[in-house]
């Protein structure tokens, strides 16, 4: 029968909390870990920094955030020729008063602690990306526990299940990140979340309706046992050791939970997760 997808199916905790915004940008965390992380290390900026700050706001402690695309002058460059030679004034206009926003708005953040650094994530070195034991090992965190919140449109594939990676979870307390493309993808997605499940426990699980649902079916079966998936999920992993059997619920939750989970567009219904 394929109508439970057990890879991912939650633990289901108390104490979880929103950070962030109430719609994209916001995640779903298990709030007693807060306490035992150190810092907070993002992979994906893209011009929204709430959950962030929420988290240095929450804790005092500082944050690293990753991304080598804000800000890519070539890019940029092109765009802004681009929009020009089309006589798009306004637009082109906007484009430089967004960018020097957010370049005031990063600076002002460092400030706090709360550091933008201009590069991606990889499994190997590669111009503007590295990987996560030479970022720990550059910005000195070898003794830091860490949160770890990675959104990189795709990138994830090839960079969870790679060995260089997972050496360093060793570290990590909370594994937040972002599944894409889960129609091409889900055995991929059930070798990660297989290959995590014996240190990490997926306690949250969250559809972003910025894209659309689609059915696994079951060939073996009738259409009963049919299951639509969101094609980008949200998930949430906590280290098992730092889950106290008292935080254990034992009554299943129903996804999304109301006060807690917000439609990423908010103009359109959150997407309900039924295949738990």
């Given at each position: 029968?394929?109508?439970?997808v057990?890879f991912?199916?939650?633990i289901h905790v108390?104490?979880?909390i929103?950070?962030g915004?109430?719609?994209?940008?916001?995640?779903?965390?298990?709030?007693?870990?807060?306490?035992?992380?150190?810092r907070?290390?993002?992979?994906?900026?893209g011009w929204e920094?709430s959950f962030?700050?929420?988290?240095?706001?929450?804790?005092?402690?500082?944050?690293l955030?990753?991304d080598?695309?804000?800000?890519?002058?070539?890019?940029?460059?092109?765009?802004y020729?681009?929009?020009l030679?089309r006589?798009?004034?306004?637009?082109?206009?906007?484009?430089?008063?967004?960018?020097?926003?957010?370049?005031?708005?990063?600076?002002e953040?460092?400030?706090?602690?709360?550091?933008?650094?201009?590069?991606?994530?990889s499994p190997?070195?590669n111009?503007?990306?590295?990987?996560?034991?030479?970022?720990?090992e550059?910005f000195?965190?070898?003794?830091?526990?860490?949160?770890?919140?990675?959104?990189?449109?795709?990138?994830?594939?090839?960079?969870?299940?790679?060995?260089?990676f997972?050496a360093?979870?060793?570290?990590?307390?909370?594994?937040i990140?972002?599944?894409?493309?889960?129609?091409?993808?889900?055995?991929?997605?059930?070798?990660?979340?297989?290959l995590?499940?014996p240190?990490?426990?997926?306690?949250?699980i969250?559809g972003?309706?910025y894209s659309?649902?689609?059915?696994?079916?079951?060939l073996g079966?009738?259409?009963a046992?049919?299951?639509?998936i969101?094609?980008?999920?949200?998930?949430?992993?906590?280290?098992?050791?730092?889950?106290?059997?008292e935080?254990?619920?034992?009554?299943?939750?129903?996804?999304?939970?109301?006060?807690?989970?917000?439609?990423?567009?908010?103009?359109?219904?959150?997407?309900?997760i039924?295949f738990?």
């Open positions: 029968m394929m109508n439970k057990t991912l199916t939650p108390k104490n979880k929103r950070l915004r109430t719609w994209d940008g916001g995640y779903v965390i298990y709030g007693p870990a807060l306490q035992s992380a150190d907070l290390l993002t992979y994906g900026v920094t962030e700050e929420a988290f240095h706001e929450r804790t005092g402690k500082p944050v955030m990753f080598p695309t804000l800000f890519d002058q070539p890019a940029y460059a092109k765009k020729r681009r929009l030679k006589l798009q004034l306004k637009e082109a206009r906007t484009l430089r008063r967004e960018t020097q926003f957010w370049q005031r708005k990063f600076a953040l460092k400030t706090r602690n709360v550091v933008f650094v201009e590069e991606g994530i190997e070195k111009g503007k990306y590295d990987t996560l034991a030479h970022h720990i550059r000195r965190l070898g003794d830091e526990t860490l949160l770890l919140k990675i959104d990189i449109e795709g990138g994830e594939y090839g960079l969870l299940d790679h060995p260089r997972l360093c979870l060793p570290q990590v307390n909370q594994l990140f972002e599944f894409h493309d889960l129609k091409n993808r889900l055995r991929d997605v059930e070798h990660i979340m297989r995590l499940d240190e990490f426990a997926l306690v949250h969250h972003n309706n659309p649902t689609f059915v696994a079916y079951d079966g009738d259409s046992n049919d299951v639509m969101p094609d980008v999920i949200e998930v949430t992993l906590v280290r098992r050791t730092i889950i106290p059997q935080d254990i619920l034992q009554t299943p939750e129903a996804y999304p939970i109301p006060d807690l989970d917000y439609p990423n567009d908010p103009l359109q219904p959150d997407l309900s039924r738990l």
